[in-house]
C-alpha cells in the first residue's frame, strides 16, 4: 500500500505510516475488519495504537510504504496538492525485498500519479485496478479514494472502496 508522504511531524500521532489524526486509514481499517472505526486508536492518548496496527499489518499481509524518498512540501500544510516529488522512490528495489507481493495499492492522486510514472501503465479508476507487468511481475494496481480527510467522500463509502479491495484480494473471505 502505497501512499504520497506523511504530514510535518507536529501532526504526527505515532512514529508509522498514517500517523495524522485528521486522516481515516486507521478507521477505515477498523470499520472494515473490526466493525469500529475507533478499534485502532487510543482516545484518552489521543493517538492511534502503533503496535496494533503493526500487528494487524503483519497479520493481514499489508505492507505499507511512500511513493517518495524525497518530496519539497510548497506550502506549509498536508496537502498533497502543494507535494512536489522530488526522488520517487525505486519500485524495482522495493518488490525486490517482497517478492511475493502482487497487488500495488495507491492511496490518493498523488500516490497513483507517482506510481503510474514509475510503472508505465494507464491509471486505474478509483476502487479498481489494472493488471500490470512490471519486470516480469504481474501486479494488479488498485487505486484507492485519499484517506485524508481533505478528500470529500465520507468515511463509510471509502470503506466500502477498501472492502471491495480486500473482499478481491482474498484478505477478506
Same mark, same amino acid.
Given at each position: $500500500? *502505497?501512499?504520497s508522504f506523511p504530514p510535518s511531524r507536529e501532526r504526527w500521532s505515532m512514529e508509522f505510516f498514517y500517523p495524522n489524526r485528521?486522516? @481515516? $486509514?486507521?478507521? +477505515? $481499517?477498523? *470499520? +472494515?475488519?473490526?466493525? =469500529?472505526? =475507533?478499534h485502532f486508536y487510543i482516545a484518552e492518548q489521543n493517538r492511534f495504537d502503533k503496535g496494533s496496527i503493526e500487528s494487524f499489518c503483519r497479520d493481514k499481509g499489508i505492507a505499507l510504504y511512500d511513493t517518495a524518498r524525497e518530496v519539497r512540501r *510548497?506550502? @506549509?500544510n498536508a496537502s498533497d496538492k502543494f507535494l512536489e516529488v522530488v526522488?520517487?522512490? @525505486? +519500485?524495482?528495489?522495493l518488490l525486490k525485498r517482497i517478492p511475493h507481493c502482487h497487488v500495488i495499492i495507491t492511496t490518493g492522486q498523488k500516490a497513483t500519479d507517482t506510481l503510474v510514472a514509475r510503472l508505465g501503465c494507464d491509471q486505474p479508476a478509483i476502487g479498481s485496478f489494472t493488471q500490470v507487468v512490471y519486470e516480469g511481475r504481474e501486479l494488479h494496481f488498485w487505486r484507492m479514494p485519499s484517506t485524508s480527510r481533505a478528500y470529500p467522500l465520507a468515511l463509510e463509502r471509502k470503506a466500502e472502496y477498501y472492502r471491495k479491495l480486500f473482499i478481491e484480494e482474498g484478505i477478506i473471505p
Open positions: $500500500m *502505497l501512499g485528521q486522516n @481515516d $486509514m486507521w478507521r +477505515i $481499517m477498523g *470499520l +472494515i475488519f473490526y466493525g =469500529d472505526k =475507533d *510548497l506550502k @506549509d526522488t520517487p522512490t @525505486d +519500485i524495482s528495489a
